[in-house]
């Protein structure tokens, strides 16, 4: 392996850069330990594979992405037929339905676990023999960017990792963050409502485990460096096998410190800071995306200063958007997007609106009021939906997410179904696609995959019900008939991302500015990064026929405005919107 000693004086000094940021970072995080013996360690951890740095970290700026970024969020065996390998059935109608169309995937973890879909793994290094191998999956990111789960939280408590902790055996029986029943835990956050210790027996005595999602799912203990270490390791691993995009699960709570939160502590915020350095020096274009499911502004905080996550998902857009189309009002999501920044540069929102979890409410807390939420809630549960519950520190309850495929959730309004699903639907996933920001569709939206109470009633898991797993054969001859709803949506929604990624003014850090239109409407003007190019997306939340006076739109004067969508000249006094139509109003077809 070729070292830093080894290299020419100009690299040499260039790495000297490179370890000092990375000791800075290890400063922080371990106040206590050997910061240059540690920083000589995590270069071995994360280029100890015979690669080596860049003479120069990348600069964060607005060329790190492009309009034609989008991702689908599916797991590997989302589609299946029981002959084939899943994962060459993924591929398969990836490419022969979404190349140039969709440039990622996001597959869920395809790592052997226990529990929980996926996210109590056994194994970070090998891929789940159900599914297929890593030759799959490095077929899968040469033709689209790759995105995969770094678990960072927890592991499967039935792991090698975990059995050797139980019988303490070098280096994990630290591995594992343990508390004593007798501790202060009032002001931890949680997620859940289970017990957060589980009680176990180990070589060393009975252990009391640290478990934030499930008692399958045991939390590491990052003050330990050696798993920091591991997982710097595992991160080169799955970028030597094609990962480009790394999703850093659950990463809001791996810092544990009894008496506090447990939350979004600084050495949380310390560890992401260290990876990105890692991935601004690496060769390959490496992405951070942090999945921090909490209220908006706590989300915010993980793009940094332009030092942190590359990209942060826009947890409080899915229940705004579900909202505003149940109600028939903008008023809130108006609201929250006249308050959102703008990201900066080299930064980006990661816009969704469904995806294997459900519906989290967390992020609108303070966006909604509570009589809100419950009102959307018990809508939900009208179209067959679930609720999951969290517990609060005062041992009561709060509904924490429903759980609902996002097409019938959209089945109708506070009033009841009727018959404006697929518009609505459409809407949905218009207003994602328009926002500042890089779009993300979940398979089971891009197909409009109804709730699966069958696989509720198997699993026993209310986020069941949104993890359809479609026959290959049966799909095709779904999307084969143009009068389903899945060809009807899925048709619809190629369509429309295909427009989108070829307008200058959706780039994801492209000028953005919302719109006063009224609460029956949802607006907002983008324009591109060089000027040349004004989209002006309206988006009608109601079942109202409606129309606007073309001049409250700032059309200039001298230009040739269409609606892209609809390939219409806006060339008259008003603009009609039937219920639930989207319209990208644009000076540059």
Not at 45 to 62: L, Q, T
Not at 451 to 458: I, Q
Request: hydrophobic content about 40%; charged content about 25%.
């Amino acid at each position: 392996m070729t070292t830093v000693s080894e290299t020419p004086q100009k690299s040499m000094v260039i790495s000297r850069r490179l370890r000092e940021s990375i000791r800075l970072h290890l400063e922080c995080i371990y106040p206590e330990k050997d910061s240059r013996a540690l920083t000589r360690q995590v270069l071995e951890a994360y280029w100890g594979d015979g690669v080596v740095p860049r003479k120069r970290g990348r600069v964060a700026g607005n060329n790190m992405w492009s309009a034609d970024n989008t991702y689908v969020i599916t797991y590997g065996n989302s589609i299946i037929d029981g002959e084939h390998k899943p994962l060459s059935l993924l591929q398969d109608f990836l490419t022969e339905n979404l190349k140039g169309v969709i440039k990622g995937v996001h597959i869920l973890p395809y790592f052997p676990y226990t529990s929980d879909d996926g996210f109590a793994i056994t194994d970070y290094r090998a891929v789940d023999s159900g599914l297929g191998g890593w030759e799959d999956i490095e077929r899968i990111g040469r033709e689209f960017r790759l995105m995969s789960d770094l678990v960072l939280n927890h592991c499967s408590s039935q792991s090698n990792w975990f059995n050797e902790f139980r019988m303490g055996h070098e280096p994990y029986r630290d591995f594992f963050f343990t508390a004593s029943p007798e501790d202060d835990l009032s002001s931890v956050v949680r997620p859940r409502a289970h017990p957060l210790l589980r009680k176990v027996e180990t070589a060393d005595g009975e252990k009391h485990v640290w478990c934030t999602f499930s008692h399958d799912q045991v939390d590491f203990d990052f003050s330990n460096p050696e798993v920091l270490l591991e997982f710097l390791r595992i991160m080169r691993f799955h970028i030597n096998r094609g990962v480009r995009t790394i999703r850093l699960d659950a990463c809001a709570f791996i810092w544990k410190e009894v008496g506090t939160s447990c939350i979004h502590l600084p050495q949380t915020h310390e560890i992401i800071r260290l990876m990105r350095v890692l991935a601004d020096y690496s060769e390959e274009s490496i992405v951070l995306i942090t999945e921090t499911n909490v209220p908006n502004v706590e989300n915010l905080s993980y793009f940094g200063n332009r030092n942190e996550a590359h990209m942060i998902y826009n947890f409080s857009l899915p229940p705004l958007i579900v909202h505003a189309l149940m109600t028939g009002t903008s008023q809130f999501l108006n609201a929250w997007q006249m308050a959102m920044p703008p990201a900066q540069m080299g930064c980006a929102y990661f816009n969704f609106t469904a995806s294997h979890d459900g519906i989290g409410l967390r992020p609108a807390e303070s966006l909604l009021s509570d009589e809100a939420i419950g009102e959307m809630v018990e809508t939900v549960k009208s179209f067959g939906g679930r609720v999951s519950m969290r517990q609060l520190s005062d041992g009561s309850m709060r509904p924490y997410e429903m759980n609902v495929s996002l097409f019938d959730a959209l089945k109708g309004t506070v009033k009841g179904e009727d018959e404006h699903n697929i518009a609505r639907f459409l809407c949905s996933q218009t207003i994602a696609m328009a926002l500042e920001g890089i779009p993300a569709f979940y398979i089971h939206s891009l197909l409009a995959t109804s709730n699966d109470y069958e696989g509720v009633e198997k699993s026993g898991h209310n986020r069941a019900i949104n993890r359809h797993r479609w026959n290959y054969d049966a799909l095709q001859e779904a999307l084969a008939d143009e009068t389903t709803q899945h060809a009807r949506v899925f048709n619809a929604m190629r369509e429309r991302i295909g427009i989108r990624t070829r307008q200058p003014a959706f780039h994801p850090n492209a000028t953005q500015f919302t719109l006063h239109l009224g609460e029956k409407l949802f607006g907002f003007w983008r324009q591109s990064v060089d000027r040349t190019q004004s989209i002006f997306a309206i988006n009608n939340v109601t079942d109202e026929t409606l129309e606007i006076p073309a001049m409250a739109l700032n059309l200039i004067g001298g230009e040739r405005w269409i609606d892209l969508i609809t390939g219409e000249t806006v060339d008259g006094a008003r603009i009609g919107f039937a219920p639930y139509q989207c319209r990208w109003i644009t000076n540059r077809a």
